[in-house]
């Protein structure tokens, strides 16, 4: 299966969000699928559409904030694909991140995004061990 993990930190180079993206895509390829990362300030030539499952990873842009990235909204509208996509979102640990996580959900959703689980990550340990028993279905 094809997967795409699209990485929407609080800035271009979130060091933390992309050692967590590239764990949970190590245990992803243990279940034999392939994955690829996206940078969302980046990458916004790709199409979704390729894609059969796609993983959402967030940071909060403050520690109080509940608050998601603006590149994410803007991402999923520019790249093309996303609409009726399963999906799972993600974000690392933070104070209000439970909030953070159910905002990031709502921006999916909007644009027509399945959202079937979701989860806050601590470090790149549990973001693997999740990669290898997550279970990631097509639409």
Do not use: W
Not at 36 to 48: C, G, H
Not at 92 to 119: D, H, T, W
């Amino acid at each position: 299966m094809q997967i795409c993990i699209i990485n929407c930190g609080r800035s271009r180079e979130s060091r933390k969000l992309d050692d967590v993206s590239k764990a949970l895509s190590r245990g992803l390829e243990g279940q034999g699928h392939s994955v690829r990362i996206l940078n969302a300030y980046v990458d916004t030539d790709q199409r979704l559409s390729y894609y059969d499952y796609i993983i959402v990873g967030t940071e909060s842009i403050g520690f109080l904030s509940a608050k998601v990235p603006e590149v994410l909204p803007k991402f999923l509208k520019e790249v093309p694909g996303a609409t009726g996509k399963r999906c799972f979102a993600f974000n690392l640990g933070s104070l209000r991140s439970g909030k953070q996580l159910i905002n990031a959900m709502k921006a999916m959703e909007g644009e027509g995004m399945f959202v079937n689980a979701s989860m806050t990550i601590k470090n790149a340990a549990e973001a693997e061990a999740l990669g290898k028993r997550l279970n990631v279905k097509r639409n």
